[in-house]
Structures are given as C-alpha cells and as structure tokens.
C-alpha cells in the first residue's frame, strides 16, 4: 500500500516538473518567436526605392525647374500652383504620398536656406503656416509630416530649388512613404484636390 502510495506520489511529481518543463520551454520559443518577429518588424520598416537611385546619382537630368516655370505663370492646374506671394508659392505634389499633399517653396531658384533674404525667409514660413492651416481646414488630418529635404545627399528630388513637403497624415495611413508594388492609393485625383485648395485660398486671399 505504501509502495502504490510512493509510486502515485512520484507520478504527480514527474507530472508537475515536465509541466514546468513545458511552460519554460514555450515560454523561451514564445521570447525567441518575439524576438524574431521584432527583427521581421523592422526589416518590414525599410523602404526600398531603386527608383530613386537614378536622382541620387543624378542621371535623371531636367532641361529646366518646374518650381521656376510655376512661379512665372498665373496660377492654373497645369502648374498645379494653388497660391502665390511675392516672395512664395503652394503647389500640389504630382505624385502625392497622401491627399492634399503640397510643397511650399520660395519663388527664387536658391537651394540652401541661408541663401534667402531675411523677408524671403520669413515669407516662406508665413506661406508655409498658411499651407498647414489649409490642410487642417480642408482634410482635418490627426497629424502631418513637414519636411525640408536639404539638398542633394538629403534626398531632394530638385536640390536646386528648396520646396518643403506638407503632408497630411491619418491613424492606420501605413508608414511615411508607404508603396505597395510601386503603387500608392490616393482617394481623389490631383483636379479634386486642387479645386478644394483653390476655392479655399480665394476666399481667405485679400
């Protein structure tokens, strides 16, 4: 009786220990599968563009600035110009990374910041306030991104002409540059959206 007794107790025992065993063991494949999934993550993260590759190495050449050619005609949708000053304009960007994507840039063909007068500077950033308050009227956005690539090794795409990039961001909108078999889905076309900025600018334009 006491042997079945000794028996039955070392059964439990053997029992409990290789269920311990197991949740050890689960609970190291369940850090090492976190782990892996959090490598899996960030490779996720990275955006490869061989496209770009061409700017970078400046292979893609154009006879003349697109920004300058906008800035010397009236405004209209050829241009995609959708407000002048004096010294700035806002244009739509032709190939938006979200609706009402636009680029604020001076109207002089200068590529460096410091190159701007003082009332060129402060112009810029007066236009570029007015570009944010558009979109948050217009597109009510949960944040934006608002960027200067400056200059060529910082991935401008026209490193002659400083253009900054606003754009509207929402929750669950994918990463910055979000690209899926090189095409990205925008929810209305480039004349929708320039007609939404174009009446909003006549109404607050003096």
Known sequence: MKNKKRIKKKSQSLIVDKS??????AKKNG?????KSLALGLVKRVLFRPDRYQYVRQKIKTDSCVFCFASKEKIKFETLCIYKTEY???LLN????????????P????GHLLSLSEIEFQ???????KAVQAIEKLYQPAALNIGLNHGKAAGAGLPDHL??????????????????????????T?????????????????
């Open 20 to 25: 311990l065993k197991q949740k050890k063991s």
């Open 31 to 35: 850090d090492q599968n976190k782990t």
């Open 88 to 90: 700035s304009l806002v």
């Open 94 to 105: 032709k190939f938006p990374y979200n609706s009402g994507h636009l680029l604020v840039l």
């Open 107 to 110: 109207r002089s063909h200068k």
């Open 123 to 129: 112009d810029l950033h007066l236009t570029l306030k």
């Open 163 to 188: 253009h900054y990039h606003v754009i509207p961001r929402w929750e669950g909108d994918l990463n910055f540059f979000p690209l899926i078999a090189e095409t990205k889905a925008v929810v209305e």
């Open 190 to 206: 480039l004349e929708q959206t320039y007609q939404k900025f174009s009446e909003y600018f006549l109404e607050i334009s003096p």
